[in-house]
Nanobody
């Protein structure tokens, strides 16, 4: 049984910064990839950032402003968001792809509950 919990969202003025956290809990041996998505009201959910192995990738809209990182010992992924814009507003979701449990079983495609980020003008 695996669970993801996001935290760190809130209200910030344009140009400010926020750091989001996502902690995975359960009988976890390793996690292949971890991702951050976001969804604004009336819009489709979009991929923001990915970390797998030693590599990271970002959506063009956040490249140079956001940084994704992970602490494998704590099974936690972070999203450092700088120079925030009003268009960054939305619910941010954490996703984990292909989790290997301590018992040697593989679990796929887990999602957190989401955390709200609001950027004012």
């Amino acid at each position: 049984q695996v669970q993801l919990v996001e935290s760190g969202g809130g209200l910030v003025q344009a140009g400010g910064s926020l750091t989001l956290s996502c902690a995975a809990s359960g009988s976890i041996f390793s996690i292949n990839a971890m991702r951050w998505y976001r969804q604004a009201p009336g819009k489709q959910r979009e991929l923001v950032a990915v970390t797998r192995g030693g590599s990271t990738n970002y959506a063009d809209s956040v490249k140079g402003r956001f940084t994704i990182s992970r602490d494998n010992a704590r099974n936690t992924v972070y999203l450092q968001m700088n120079s925030l814009k009003p268009e960054d507003t939305g619910v941010y979701y954490c996703n984990a792809d292909r989790i290997r449990t301590m018992e040697g079983r593989y679990e796929y495609d887990y999602w957190g509950q989401g955390t709200q980020v609001t950027v004012s003008s």
